[in-house]
Nanobody
C-alpha cells in the first residue's frame, strides 16, 4: 500500500513538545521528498515543512520556523516532525505527504500520496 501513516499526535499544553512520525510502505520511500501539512477546522490546508530525499534540504512555513524541525531516517523509511514550544494556534490535523520526486515543494498539489492525518491539540 503506497500511503504514509502518521503517528504521535495528542493533547498537550502550550509550551509543550510533540514528535510526529510518518512511515510509508512504498519501496521508493527513501527517494521521495516528504512534507508535512496541517488543517484546522474551517481553515484551508497549509504547508508546514518539507525535506528532500537526501535530507540535505529543508523548508519551513514562517509560522513554525525556529520551533519545528523536520528530519528523516531513510534506513527506517521514516520522517519526523519535532514540534517544540507549541502554541494553541498549532492545533490542527497534521498530514504527512510523499512527493514522487527528490526535490522539495511547498504546494500540496505537488504531492502524490497522503496519510490519514493525526490530531494535534494544544490547550492554553
Amino acid at each position: 500500500q503506497v500511503q504514509p501513516v502518521e503517528s504521535g499526535g495528542g493533547l498537550v499544553q502550550a509550551g509543550d513538545s510533540l514528535r510526529l512520525s510518518c512511515a510509508a510502505s512504498g519501496r521508493t520511500f527513501s527517494h521521495y521528498a516528504m512534507g508535512w501539512f496541517r488543517q484546522a477546522p474551517g481553515k484551508e490546508r497549509e504547508f508546514v515543512a518539507s525535506i528532500s530525499w537526501s535530507g540535505g534540504i529543508t523548508s519551513y512555513a514562517d509560522s513554525v520556523k525556529g520551533r519545528f524541525t523536520i528530519s528523516r531516517d531513510n534506513a527506517k523509511n521514516t520522517v519526523y516532525l519535532q514540534m517544540n514550544s507549541l502554541k494553541p494556534e498549532d492545533t490542527a490535523v497534521y498530514y504527512c505527504a510523499e512527493r514522487r520526486a527528490p526535490m522539495t515543494s511547498t504546494l500540496s498539489q505537488s504531492y502524490d500520496y497522503w496519510g490519514q492525518g493525526t490530531q494535534v491539540t494544544v490547550s492554553s
